[in-house]
Structure formats: C-alpha cells, structure tokens
C-alpha cells in the first residue's frame, strides 16, 4: 500500500496524525514544511494520498499542492489541506489549484479515518 | 504490476490505478483482437474503466467491480 | 456627483451583466448549483449596496429577484425558461434605473410605476411555482399506510435503469421508508488533475441501489483519446437522504444535482407491446378484484397472465411490477395498483392527475424513447439507397413507425400514416413519409431541442419552444470551450489588480502618442539641416544620436499605450447569447451559440466599429441561416441549429468568424438577382465562379430578402457591413455551402497602428502611399514607355507592367516630360496586381498615423485616409487598390 504523506508545520499534529495512521493501518511518512515534503517526493517517495496544512513557513499548502501535481509521482494522487477556512469560495480556489478536498482543523480522528476510506478506497 | 499483456491478452490483478492508463491505451490501440481478462479484478479507476469501455476490446471473465461493470452496461458487453 | 453614488454606478452594471450572463448560463446547464449561487450573490450584492442611497423602488425590485432566486436556490423549483424571461426583463429595468441615477443623480418619477409592475410580476411567478410544487405532493391518506411523498418530478434517466434493479430497489424503499434520492454527477473534464476517481466516488455512495455510466458528450475516434481526461458521466439511485448524499460529494458539490424521488418514480414499465383480448380481459378482471379488495384474487390474474406472456413485452413488464408492489405493499397503494392494471389493458402507463402536471414537459421513458425512434426513421429515408431497396424501406419505416405509434397510444394517427405511406408509394419517392413523420415528431415532442433521455447524447438547446427541463433532469453538457475560456480567465484575472480608467483619459493620451510619434520624425529633417544649411556636421550628429534616444523611448509608449486600448472581444462578444435567445424563442427554433476565442484581443476603437456589423450579421444567420427545426429534421439535420463565433489573431489583424449550419445562400438565386436589380449582366453572371456569387451580397443596393424583417433591422444589406468594417481598415467575405451552412469572415487590424508611407510629388501637391504597398521605385526613360490602345506600360525585368499617371487619377494637371527625358514611376503591388505609378518625384519615407476618412471625402474611395504631420500640415494618403 502506498504511503500517506503527512506534511504540517507543528510537530505535535504530525506526530499525532501518523500514530493514528499508523494504529488504523496507514503507513506513512512525515515531513514538517512544503519543502521538507517536494524533496521526499523528488527522491523517489510516491505517496497514495497527500495531506497538508495551509498556513506553514515558507510555501503554503495549496503551493505545495501545485507544485505536486507538477511531479510525475504525485500528478494524479489524492491531496487534502488542513484548513481553518469555512468559507467556500477559499475551498473552491484550493480545488482550483488542484486539491481534492480539504478537512477541517482540529481533525477528529473519525472523521479523518472516514475521509481516508473514501478517498484511499483499498 | 496490476496489469500484465501477454500477445493479445491483457491481465487485470487486483486494483489498477490510473498510472496504468496510457500503458493499456496503448495496448488497445496497437493490439490486432485485444482481450482483457478481468477474472481477478477486484477494483479500477475511472481512466481504466471509460478506456474499457470506450474500447471494441472483448472482455473475459465476471466483472466484480460494481462501478466497470456500470461502466461496461451490465452485460450489454460482450463476455468469454 | 458625489463620490460614493459615482463608484456605485460601474459596480451596479457589473453586478447585473454578471446576473444576466450567470442566468444565460444556467439556463443552458440547470441544476449546476455553483452558477445559481453566483447569480445569487450578485442580485444580494446589489440589493445591499444600493440600499445606502434614496432609490427605494431600484432596491425593492431587486428584493423581489432576489426572493424569486433565493427559492431556486434552495430547490424549491427550477429554473424555466419563463422564470429566466422574467428576471432577464427585471435586469433590463434595473439597468435602465442605473443609466437614469447616473445622468440625472436620481430615479426617474416614473420609477416607482415601473418597477411595481415587474415586482408583481415575479411574486405572481414566485406564487404558482410554490402551488404548483405543493399540488405534487398527495395528501396523507387514512390508510394504512401514507403514500410517500414525491418532491420533484423524476430524471428521465431513472427509466433507462434496469428493471430488475428499479424493482429491488422499489422493495427496499417501500419495506423501510428510507428517502430515496436520484443524482446526476457530471465530472470535470480535468478532474484527474484533482486526485479524484469520481467512479469510486459513485460506486462507493452511501445506501447505492443502481449505478448507471455514460458519455457526457460526443467522444472523438478511439486513437484520439486522452487518457486523463475524464469523459463520462453518471446516474446514482440510493436509498439515502439527499444530506447524505450532499456530505458525502462535498467536494465535488457544484457538480452534482440531487433529487430527492419516491419510490413510485421508479414504476415504470417498458417494452414491446403486445396488445391482444387476453390482456383487455386482465384489465377487466384484475380491476374488479382490485375494487373489490381481492388480494388473492389479483394475485392469481397476475400470475396467470405473466405465464403465457413474452417476458420482453411492455404488459409482462407492467404485471412484475404488479407483483413488486403487491409483494411490497398489499393492496395500501390502490391508485398505483389501477394504473399498473390499467397499463396492462391500453399497452401505456396511465399518468396520475397531480404527476402529469409537475412532470409537465418531460415526456415519460417510452414516450422519449418513441421520439428517438421516429426521427431515427426520418434518418433512414433520408440515406440514399437503390430503387429496389427503398420500396421495401418505405414499407419497413411505416411498420415501425405504426408499432410505435400503437405503443404510445396514438393509434389516431394510423390512418394518416397509411395514406403518407401509399403516396410515398405512388410518387416513388420517400418524402412523403418522411413529411409525415417529422410532423409527429414535433406534435409528440414539441420542444424536441430539449435534453432527452438517456441513449442519444442531445446537446442542450439555448432556447427552446416549451419550458426548459425540470431540475430532476440536469444537462450539464460539455464544458465547452467558452466555459474553458472563463475558468482560464478567472485564474488569470483574481491575481491581477485592476484600476477603473475614464476613456476621454486614454483617447488622449493615444492622441499624445500619436503626435509624438509625428513629431519625433522631424528631428532627422533638422540634423540635415543643421549640417547643409548651417554647416554644423557635430550638431547634426549630436541630434541624430538624440533622435534615436528619442525613437526608442516613442515605440516603447507607443506600444504600451495601444496595448492599453486592447480589450478582449469577449466585451463585443458577451451581448450575443441573450440576442439569440431572444431572437431564436421569437422565431419558435432552436440555436445553440458556441463562442470561442473570447480573450482574443483587440483595438477598442475596432471592436467598437463592429459592434453592429456583428449584430447585423448575427441577426440574419438566426432569421435567414438557420431554418425551423421541422425543416431541419425533414434535412437530416439535428433539430437545432448552431452558431459559431470565433475570434483569432493572425499576424497582425484579428479575423473573426461566425458560421452556421443553415440553409446557406444560393449562388444562383444570387446572381438572378444580381442581374434583376442591374448589378451585373447574363454574361458576367454565366461566368462567375460560385463563391464571387455569393459574396455579390456585399454589393451596394444588394439584400436577400425581399421584405424588410423588423428583426433582421431595417432592411439595410451587407453592403453597410461590408462599408463599416472597411472604414476600421478591414475586410470582409462569406463562404457558403447550400444546405451545409453559411461563414462570414471579418479580418481587422489589431490596432490603428503606425503606417510608414513614402511621400510622393504630383505637380506641387504631396500625397502619401503606404510602403507595403511599394515594391520599388524606378526611374524609365520616356523612350521605354509603350502605348497600348491608349494604355501605357513599360517593360520590368521581362515582365510588362501597366502603368497609370496619378495626376490622371486625381484628376491634376500633369507635368510634361521632354522626349528623353525620364518618368518617376513607383512599382506598386496589392495581392496579384501590380502597376507602375507615374508621379512628378519622390520625396521622403515617413512615419503616420493614418486616420480613416469622413465627411466629404470619405466618398471618393481613391484616398484610404489622412496624416498629421509634424509641422502641422494634413497628408493626403492614397490607396493603392483603389488607384491601380
């Protein structure tokens, strides 16, 4: 099964995301900024599903997501963003940029396993 | 790999994504009376389910996925 | 005007163009939620801001707009075509209330009359679509059982689902009373690029019952497939509630419509009828055992009946249905039960009384799928076959069609048929069948351009005769090029910022530009001076030197300030899709207009001068090109007509073309009367080739049609095209095929650029011709010059050149030249012609903005403009064409 890849700026929700991925059955790797995420992916990490926070240092979520989709490996995997946002046009601009749909902060770990099953069918 | 192509005969395991699209396009495109044999198919992607089914291809075996076999018209295919 | 009212102004017309354009939109593709929501947004907007100043009825109407979208919105009806009328003649009022505030700074008196009447008007609307959404839902009976409410009318896809699954799925619904809910999810075409698998999303919905695929649009050849555009679409039945649904495709949610049914919506017999007393004689029995409350008893009737009936016939189908809901629900849904059994005995399914009215124009599974057949059969007569076989094709067609007509239950019409069929007979010719059944067609499916059922991929009509499809039917066709062209554009456009600039503010400066252009180009003239006449060869180069400085720095804003004056055609383009709606509903027929190109950029000044040409020319392919649709299916062609305007740069013009697959013109009715009005003689008109004939359209005095139309204008011919778009320094022609179509081509300069001429002596006069017209300039001594019947040519290189004096063409006196002397003569060349001009000297290159004619001049077509020169004195610039 291909790995998650989880990229967030607080290594508190990384560590708490993965230890839940990881008890559900999820392999998955971690990387704390967009760049941190573009280099793991550039060296040969094909991920099977992306999740990013928007606001970290540097490139934000949805660049990161963009850049991505530039990336043969990752052209066509699933990305969701971590967002605060409630408003929909924000929501539809990250679709825009080539998200797949977003989850909002804090993630409650049903709901994030539920969203995992629909997007990471297996 | 999901899918296998031995001569005309093209071999769907388990799940195809669609990072196997343009392989099997091409096969469908190229092959002279392409068969595709889904037997042990548990899931595919869109790309792979419109390919198939805008494809001549004939194809072999019960579809177990629920959304190929909409795509393939519930039985309005041909089957081996 | 105080500042505030004066920023409100731009704001209101930007917020009812996005209104109207959004309501245009969606009119074409109903049920897409995200548009709904920006129409919305925009009429809210506009009711907020306009409530800060005192235009009360202004705000009020808007109020009642936004009342009538704000129920759309939320899917308490949908969207007709009457319902679009309605706002789109609102918007007009409101943009005329915005024009008044803007010129007088206040309401006009009669604002308050004006605006009441169309508030009343959308209430009234608002009011019977609520009553008519209320009358669809039964009252709750005593029984023991209520009858579970439908909320919408049906999508029409729902019968092509198969009926073994509908049937299950009948069971489950009405065993535990969960909400059933059909929906459509029509997948962006560049979703892959998202992350999604929008099958798995379809497959994987909560409570799923029956999953149908299709084409979401006409696809190309096999070997041109692109494997990661996503092409299809789907149909989901669940047993859900509509929120569930809603949750789980919140991502894709402005792509999705759901409806939510009752199980009821998914009875629907099919097949082919049989007909026979056996099944008369069910009807007979089984309804009184029904009246009677004799489970039992129907029960037997049904299983003796289904025993010795083909299983693909429309009444075995209706007697499992029969089963399924006796199975599911006893006898607690009588009137379904009556209409089942009625089915059986008239080979249709009866309609309830309330359903018939909210199902209003969407015609029932079988009824569509007559539809399709007849005009399958009108495609078959058309194809061209041998003798021997279309006699047996006549009699083919007439079977099937009367095997249809019995199965829809207009037998009435059988007789007709026959005597169509034994014309078709004696004049050994299809049409009268053909004839026949295109009339049916459109008594049977009046607005036919609209969205139909599954098999045949209709496009969906921009106007249609009949009310457009009920919400429970979305028909999100294609994204077509013009929605990829705005979505492109919104990216481009939300980054950049974006000033709002009075156009007296550019004009003049383009004027400055311009000037500045002219004025520069005197300097070279002084540094000679400067070293021939005060002998200062330091000075003179100083100020060449200075000159290029100069020179760079003018091209440089010469160029920025044009490019300014660019805007996108899609300013010219954005008033067409109302002008043919409009004026495609007045004439009862169908038009699809497909826009392409729309960021394409152009002049201002240009786009201006082809406004109405445009309109002109649009106005005829929707009147004269495109024909009715009864006309069209009698052709072989779809029932509605497409028009196409397209918009491309090529070098340095913009060519823009609008073309439609109409009728076409006639070269020869043309030329007949070309020669009746005197235009050209017989001769001429025997010679013509066929696209000369049909561009004779263009000629003055020249129109088709011999009645003024009042919506073609007032009568005025292409030749007013043809003068506007020659005055903007363009051209124009038509190409047409008959029967095929009409394309009329427009091709303009991108802007009113900069035209280096070279400045000519004719006696003491200077004229200007522009450089690319020039091949070369020689000197020909008088000897070389020979006369042929009073031509004069000379010999260049072989080649024999005509020549013309330009003091005979502008009518001057001519300057002698001695024997041996030598003629000044410049080698002109447009397109394939060439000729020498004989003038009195050459004088020097120059750079100018040339400037159409008007006025006086503007008729003696010899000159194309003039120039202002730097001292200040006006150049006639002559054109080439029009001299040789």
Same mark, same amino acid.
Request: hydrophobic share 45%.
């Given at each position: 099964m291909?790995?998650?890849?989880?990229?967030?700026?607080?290594?508190?929700?990384?560590?708490?995301?993965s230890?839940?991925?990881?008890k559900?059955?999820?392999?998955?790797?971690?990387?704390?900024?967009a760049?941190?995420a573009l280099?793991k992916?550039r060296g040969?990490?094909a991920?099977?599903?992306?999740i990013?926070?928007?606001?970290m240092?540097g490139?934000?979520?949805?660049e990161?997501?963009q850049?991505?989709?530039?990336?043969p490996p990752?052209r066509?995997?699933?990305?969701?963003?971590?967002?605060?946002?409630s408003?929909?046009?924000?929501?539809d601009?990250?679709?825009?940029?080539?998200?797949?749909g977003?989850l909002?902060?804090p993630?409650?770990?049903?709901?994030?396993?539920?969203?995992l099953?629909q997007v990471?069918?297996? | 790999?999901?899918i296998?192509?031995d001569g005309?005969v093209?071999? =769907?395991?388990? #799940?195809?994504?669609i990072?196997? &699209? /343009?392989?099997?396009?091409?096969?469908l495109r190229s092959?002279? @009376?392409?068969?595709?044999d889904?037997?042990?198919?548990?899931?595919?992607?869109?790309? =792979?389910?419109? #390919?198939?089914?805008a494809?001549s &291809? /004939?194809i072999?075996?019960d579809?177990?996925?629920?959304?190929? @076999?909409?795509c393939?018209?519930?039985?309005?295919?041909?089957?081996? | 005007?105080?500042a505030?009212?004066?920023?409100?102004?731009?704001?209101?017309?930007?917020?009812i163009?996005?209104a109207?354009?959004?309501?245009?939109?969606?009119e074409?593709?109903?049920?897409?939620?995200?548009?709904?929501?920006d129409?919305?947004?925009?009429?809210?907007?506009l009711?907020?801001?306009?409530?800060?100043?005192?235009?009360?009825?202004?705000?009020s109407?808007?109020h009642a707009?936004?009342d009538?979208?704000g129920?759309?919105?939320?899917?308490?009806?949908?969207?007709?075509?009457d319902?679009?009328?309605e706002?789109?003649?609102s918007?007009?009022?409101?943009g005329?209330?915005?024009?008044?505030?803007?010129?007088?700074?206040a309401?006009?008196?009669d604002a308050?009359?004006?605006?009441?009447?169309?508030?009343?008007?959308?209430?009234?609307?608002?009011e019977?679509?609520d009553?008519?959404?209320a009358?669809?839902?039964?009252?709750?009976?005593a029984?023991?059982?209520?009858?579970?409410p439908?909320?919408?009318?049906?999508?029409?896809?729902?019968?092509?689902?198969p009926e073994?699954?509908r049937?299950?799925?009948y069971a489950e619904?009405?065993?535990s009373?969960?909400p059933?809910?059909?929906?459509c999810?029509?997948?962006?075409?560049?979703?892959f690029?998202?992350g999604?698998?929008?099958l798995?999303l379809?497959?994987?919905?909560p409570?799923?019952?029956?999953?149908?695929?299709?084409?979401a649009?006409?696809?190309?050849?096999?070997?041109?497939?692109d494997?990661?555009?996503c092409?299809?679409?789907?149909?989901?039945?669940?047993q859900?509630?509509?929120?569930?649904?809603?949750?789980?495709?919140?991502?894709?949610?402005?792509?999705?419509?759901?409806?939510?049914?009752?199980?009821?919506d998914?009875v629907?017999?099919?097949g082919?009828?049989?007909?026979?007393?056996v099944?008369a004689?069910?009807?007979?029995?089984?309804?009184a055992a029904?009246?009677?409350?004799?489970?039992g008893?129907?029960?037997a009737?049904v299983?003796?009946?289904?025993?010795?009936l083909?299983?693909a016939?429309?009444?075995?189908?209706?007697?499992?249905?029969?089963?399924?809901v006796l199975?599911?629900?006893?006898?607690?849904?009588p009137a379904?039960l009556g209409?089942?059994?009625?089915a059986?005995?008239?080979g249709?399914?009866?309609?309830t009384?309330?359903?018939?009215?909210?199902?209003g124009a969407?015609?029932?599974?079988?009824l569509?799928?007559?539809?399709?057949?007849?005009a399958?059969?009108?495609?078959?007569?058309?194809?061209?076959t041998?003798?021997?076989?279309?006699?047996?094709?006549l009699?083919?067609v007439?079977a099937?069609?009367?095997?249809t007509l019995?199965a829809?239950?207009?037998?009435?019409?059988?007789?007709?048929l026959?005597s169509?069929l034994?014309?078709?007979r004696?004049q050994?010719?299809h049409?009268?069948l053909?004839?026949?059944?295109?009339?049916?067609?459109?008594d049977?499916?009046?607005?036919f351009?609209?969205?139909?059922?599954?098999?045949?991929?209709?496009?969906a009509?921009?106007?249609?005769?009949g009310?457009?499809?009920?919400?429970?039917?979305p028909?999100m066709?294609?994204a077509?090029?013009?929605?990829?062209?705005?979505?492109?554009?919104d990216?481009?456009?939300?980054a950049?910022?974006?000033?709002?600039v009075?156009?007296a503010?550019?004009?003049m400066?383009?004027n400055?530009?311009?000037?500045?252009v002219?004025?520069k180009?005197?300097l070279p003239?002084?540094?000679?001076?400067a070293?021939e006449?005060f002998?200062s060869r330091?000075?003179s180069r100083?100020?060449?030197?200075q000159?290029?400085?100069?020179?760079?720095?003018?091209?440089?804003?010469?160029?920025?300030v044009?490019?300014?004056r660019?805007?996108p055609v899609?300013?010219?383009?954005?008033?067409?899709?109302?002008?043919v709606?409009?004026?495609a509903?007045?004439?009862d027929?169908t038009?699809?207009?497909?826009?392409?190109?729309?960021?394409t950029?152009?002049?201002k000044?240009?786009?201006?001068?082809?406004?109405?040409?445009?309109?002109?020319i649009?106005?005829n392919?929707v009147?004269?090109?495109?024909?009715?649709?009864?006309?069209r299916?009698?052709?072989?062609k779809?029932?509605?007509?497409t028009?196409r305007?397209?918009?491309?740069q090529?070098?340095d013009?913009?060519?823009?073309?609008?073309?439609?697959d109409?009728?076409g013109?006639?070269p020869e009715?043309?030329?007949?009367?070309?020669?009746?009005t005197g235009?050209?003689?017989?001769?001429?008109a025997a010679q013509?080739?066929d696209t000369?004939a049909?561009?004779?359209?263009?000629?003055?005095?020249f129109s088709?049609r011999?009645?003024?139309?009042?919506?073609s204008g007032?009568?005025v011919?292409?030749?007013?095209?043809?003068?506007a778009?020659?005055?903007a320094?363009g051209e124009?022609w038509?190409?047409?095929?008959?029967?095929?179509?009409?394309?009329?081509?427009?091709?303009?300069?991108?802007?009113?650029?900069?035209?280096?001429?070279?400045?000519?002596?004719c006696g003491?006069?200077?004229f200007?011709?522009?450089?690319?017209?020039?091949?070369?300039?020689?000197?020909?001594?008088?000897?070389?010059?020979?006369t042929?019947?009073d031509?004069?040519?000379?010999?260049l290189?072989n080649?024999?050149?005509?020549?013309?004096?330009?003091?005979g063409?502008?009518?001057?006196?001519?300057?002698p030249?001695?024997?041996?002397?030598?003629?000044a003569?410049?080698?002109?060349?447009?397109g394939?012609r060439?000729?020498?001009?004989?003038?009195?000297?050459?004088r020097e290159?120059?750079?100018?903005i040339?400037r159409?004619?008007?006025?006086?001049?503007a008729?003696?077509?010899?000159?194309?403009?003039?120039?202002?020169?730097?001292?200040?004195?006006?150049?006639l610039?002559?054109d080439?064409?029009?001299?040789?």
């Amino acid at each position: 099964m291909k790995p998650v890849l989880l990229v967030d700026d607080s290594p508190t929700i990384l560590m708490s995301m993965s230890v839940l991925l990881s008890k559900a059955g999820y392999p998955n790797e971690q990387a704390p900024n967009a760049e941190a995420a573009l280099e793991k992916v550039r060296g040969g990490l094909a991920p099977g599903l992306v999740i990013t926070d928007y606001h970290m240092p540097g490139m934000h979520g949805v660049e990161l997501i963009q850049e991505l989709r530039k990336l043969p490996p990752t052209r066509f995997t699933p990305m969701l963003v971590l967002t605060t946002e409630s408003q929909q046009d924000k929501r539809d601009a990250a679709r825009k940029a080539g998200a797949t749909g977003w989850l909002v902060k804090p993630v409650e770990a049903d709901k994030l396993l539920q969203v995992l099953k629909q997007v990471l069918p297996n | 790999m999901p899918i296998t192509y031995d001569g005309d005969v093209a071999t =769907i395991t388990g #799940i195809a994504t669609i990072d196997d &699209a /343009e392989g099997l396009l091409a096969f469908l495109r190229s092959a002279h @009376a392409p068969v595709v044999d889904v037997t042990s198919l548990l899931r595919v992607h869109t790309a =792979i389910a419109q #390919i198939l089914r805008a494809s001549s &291809a /004939e194809i072999r075996g019960d579809v177990q996925d629920r959304g190929l @076999a909409a795509c393939l018209g519930h039985g309005q295919r041909r089957t081996a | 005007m105080n500042a505030l009212l004066a920023q409100f102004i731009p704001e209101a017309r930007e917020l009812i163009e996005t209104a109207g354009a959004g309501l245009l939109e969606l009119e074409r593709h109903p049920g897409q939620m995200s548009l709904v929501n920006d129409v919305f947004r925009a009429v809210h907007t506009l009711k907020g801001s306009s409530g800060l100043f005192d235009v009360k009825p202004l705000t009020s109407l808007v109020h009642a707009a936004e009342d009538l979208l704000g129920d759309v919105r939320a899917e308490k009806f949908a969207l007709t075509a009457d319902i679009v009328d309605e706002l789109l003649e609102s918007l007009d009022v409101l943009g005329d209330l915005v024009d008044t505030l803007e010129s007088a700074e206040a309401l006009a008196p009669d604002a308050d009359a004006l605006t009441s009447a169309r508030i009343a008007a959308l209430r009234t609307l608002r009011e019977l679509q609520d009553t008519a959404a209320a009358a669809a839902e039964p009252t709750p009976s005593a029984a023991a059982r209520a009858p579970l409410p439908a909320h919408e009318p049906a999508p029409a896809w729902l019968a092509a689902v198969p009926e073994v699954e509908r049937r299950r799925a009948y069971a489950e619904a009405a065993a535990s009373d969960t909400p059933l809910v059909a929906w459509c999810f029509e997948p962006e075409e560049d979703c892959f690029f998202r992350g999604d698998d929008p099958l798995a999303l379809a497959a994987s919905a909560p409570g799923l019952l029956a999953l149908q695929a299709e084409e979401a649009g006409p696809l190309p050849a096999f070997d041109d497939l692109d494997p990661f555009s996503c092409w299809l679409r789907f149909h989901v039945l669940c047993q859900a509630s509509a929120d569930e649904i809603h949750e789980h495709t919140r991502y894709v949610y402005d792509r999705v419509h759901v409806a939510v049914i009752g199980p009821d919506d998914l009875v629907e017999p099919a097949g082919h009828v049989f007909g026979g007393e056996v099944c008369a004689d069910f009807a007979e029995t089984a309804g009184a055992a029904l009246e009677a409350g004799d489970a039992g008893g129907l029960i037997a009737a049904v299983a003796a009946l289904e025993s010795i009936l083909a299983p693909a016939s429309f009444e075995a189908s209706a007697l499992r249905w029969l089963r399924c809901v006796l199975d599911a629900r006893g006898l607690a849904a009588p009137a379904l039960l009556g209409r089942l059994v009625r089915a059986v005995g008239e080979g249709r399914m009866p309609q309830t009384g309330g359903a018939a009215e909210s199902r209003g124009a969407t015609p029932d599974g079988v009824l569509s799928l007559a539809v399709d057949l007849l005009a399958v059969q009108v495609a078959i007569l058309a194809t061209s076959t041998s003798e021997d076989i279309s006699a047996g094709r006549l009699d083919a067609v007439a079977a099937t069609v009367r095997n249809t007509l019995c199965a829809i239950g207009v037998s009435d019409r059988i007789a007709g048929l026959e005597s169509a069929l034994q014309a078709a007979r004696t004049q050994r010719h299809h049409q009268p069948l053909a004839a026949f059944i295109g009339v049916l067609l459109t008594d049977l499916a009046p607005d036919f351009g609209a969205p139909a059922a599954v098999q045949s991929p209709i496009v969906a009509a921009a106007a249609a005769g009949g009310p457009a499809a009920p919400a429970g039917e979305p028909t999100m066709a294609r994204a077509d090029q013009r929605r990829a062209e705005d979505h492109r554009d919104d990216g481009k456009s939300g980054a950049t910022r974006v000033l709002r600039v009075d156009q007296a503010k550019i004009d003049m400066l383009m004027n400055l530009v311009a000037e500045l252009v002219v004025a520069k180009n005197g300097l070279p003239y002084l540094a000679k001076r400067a070293e021939e006449v005060f002998g200062s060869r330091q000075l003179s180069r100083e100020i060449k030197d200075q000159f290029a400085v100069i020179d760079r720095i003018a091209q440089g804003l010469q160029v920025g300030v044009m490019s300014v004056r660019m805007m996108p055609v899609s300013q010219l383009f954005q008033r067409f899709p109302r002008l043919v709606r409009d004026t495609a509903r007045k004439l009862d027929k169908t038009i699809e207009l497909v826009i392409e190109g729309e960021s394409t950029e152009a002049d201002k000044n240009v786009l201006e001068s082809l406004a109405d040409p445009l309109i002109h020319i649009v106005r005829n392919s929707v009147d004269h090109g495109i024909e009715v649709p009864e006309a069209r299916r009698a052709a072989g062609k779809s029932a509605h007509g497409t028009i196409r305007l397209a918009a491309r740069q090529e070098n340095d013009n913009v060519v823009i073309e609008v073309a439609d697959d109409g009728k076409g013109i006639d070269p020869e009715a043309v030329k007949a009367k070309a020669v009746r009005t005197g235009l050209i003689d017989a001769g001429q008109a025997a010679q013509m080739s066929d696209t000369d004939a049909v561009n004779l359209v263009f000629a003055a005095g020249f129109s088709t049609r011999d009645q003024v139309s009042d919506l073609s204008g007032r009568g005025v011919g292409m030749d007013v095209v043809r003068t506007a778009v020659q005055k903007a320094g363009g051209e124009v022609w038509l190409s047409s095929r008959p029967g095929v179509g009409t394309t009329i081509t427009l091709r303009l300069p991108l802007t009113m650029a900069v035209t280096r001429v070279v400045t000519v002596l004719c006696g003491s006069h200077v004229f200007g011709i522009p450089m690319d017209a020039v091949a070369e300039t020689v000197k020909v001594p008088r000897g070389r010059i020979h006369t042929i019947k009073d031509r004069e040519a000379f010999v260049l290189r072989n080649v024999v050149v005509p020549l013309v004096r330009l003091s005979g063409v502008l009518d001057l006196p001519a300057t002698p030249v001695d024997e041996d002397g030598e003629e000044a003569v410049m080698v002109v060349q447009v397109g394939r012609r060439r000729a020498g001009v004989i003038v009195d000297g050459f004088r020097e290159r120059l750079e100018v903005i040339v400037r159409p004619l008007d006025g006086l001049l503007a008729s003696t077509s010899v000159f194309s403009g003039t120039a202002l020169l730097g001292d200040g004195r006006v150049l006639l610039v002559l054109d080439p064409a029009e001299i040789m």
